[in-house]
């Protein structure tokens, strides 16, 4: 039987753990030596503030998050001209219009026994309170950082960076990976990408930021083309996006959620590549209440838990046209 931690199975370089050789209880004999570092388990981390702005502590204990967005209008400047005749003066106007993001509130505990702790303090090489809660922090680090990117599951407005409907998806200027690209395949797309994304953001921004999947950024090591072989894709695509931006700050960031094997279960299925601004005034997520731990609590004096809470929310894209999704539309 499989063991399972925070929901995913457990492996080691061997392959699964098994469940009955878990815990500090196992067989030794005189000549075994239990070394006093413990191995910990690792996972996929990636903080979401590489990737966008992250606030907390903004609306906590609220059940949604309201962000008001100004329109202006004024018709055309020559409607103004006072020597077209009449009475009549033309006018201009303002409106905000709502953006809404609902709120989650989560908690879950950690318990342990005063039997349990007793007898891992006779083994001396592990703490089982320190692991457990540990685990606590690790799953709600796990679930913000799915919800940065992929959103809450089975909820269409409670979405992620890579699940927003609200922006444009391009499917037909990336066709297959670009590590993969041909010399001229690749020409063309470095010539296509910022104007795509100029006509859709009605050539008001540029970009700073350029999301792609991390097994495609992991092949763009390898040379340009056979006639810039000195310097990488990765390199010649990173030069020119700080020329053309004018932004020596510009970044191509590596994301596994981008890739179609990481996003199946989020609906997206494809490797999907994000060119975007990174500003507060383009997208942000609000985490309304940190993750917080309660003092460990008991009723009887035996069986103790500690409780831990928090809010959380999803992405909110209040510029949709300065972000645009490209999809790799190779084979679908």
Known sequence: MKLHVLGQPLFNANGDVDSHSAGFKYIIDTLSHIRERIIEQKFFDIAPADFLPVETGEASWSDEIVQNGEYLSGGDFFEGDI??????????????VPDRMPVGTWRKKAGWTIAETAKAANAGNWDPIEGKLKALKKNWDLGIQQ???????????????????????????????????SDAEFQTFVGGLLDAYYVNGNRTAMPDTFAIPASDYLGMGAA????????SKLEYLSNMLKKMTRNDAFEILANAYLDAAMNTGAG????????????PDTLSMVIPVDLTMLDPRSVNGFDW???AYGQYSGVMVHRPREVLYFDETAGS
Do not use: C, W
Not at 84 to 94: F, T
Not at 156 to 171: C, E, F, P, Q, W
Not at 268 to 279: C, E, G, M, P, S
């Open 268 to 279: 997206v299925n494809k490797n999907r590549y994000i060119l975007y601004r990174r500003d």
């Open 224 to 231: 340009a083309s056979a006639t810039y072989p000195n310097i």
């Open 83 to 96: 020597d077209l005749g009449g009475s009549r003066v033309a006018g201009v106007d303002a409106t905000i």
């Open 305 to 307: 838990e500690q409780l």
């Open 147 to 181: 919800l940065a990117f992929l959103g809450r599951p089975g909820d269409a407005v409670m979405t992620g960076l890579v699940t927003n409907s609200k922006v444009t998806i391009n499917t037909t200027l990336i066709t297959e990976s670009i590590s993969g690209m």
